[in-house]
Nanobody, 125 residues
């Protein structure tokens, strides 16, 4: 059974910081692409940041230099450090994973298969 459990969301004022965590079951985490996605009301889901098992990362332009994705292999946990938050960052944030079959291109181009339940981030101006 694949499980992803997010935590760390909340409400902050603009300019503040939050750190999201996603704990994965071991068999999901060991050779996987993992990422953070978000969806605001009335908007399409957006890919925020992804990371593979070898340290490669990719960010949406809207969060570059403000957000940092990282993985702690010892804890089977994916993080998203969010700094300088803006009201437009308000959304439900989801952790997702998929097997990394071919390499980095798998993480970038393929659909993610496993999803967490989401954690809400609200940024007020």
């Amino acid at each position: 059974q694949v499980q992803l459990v997010e935590s760390g969301g909340g409400s902050v004022q603009a300019g503040g910081s939050l750190r999201l965590s996603c704990t994965a079951s071991r068999d999901t985490y060991s050779t996987a692409c993992m990422g953070w996605f978000r969806q605001a009301p009335g908007k399409e889901r957006e890919r925020v940041a992804i990371a593979d098992d070898f340290g490669l990362t990719k960010y949406a332009d809207s969060v570059k230099f403000r957000f940092t994705i990282s993985r702690d292999n010892t804890k089977n946990t994916l993080y998203l450090q969010m700094n300088d938050l803006k009201p437009e960052d308000t959304a439900m944030y989801y952790c997702a994973a998929r097997p990394q079959e071919i390499g980095w291109s798998t993480c970038v181009n393929n659909e993610y298969i496993h999803w967490g339940q989401g954690t809400q981030v609200t940024v007020s101006s």
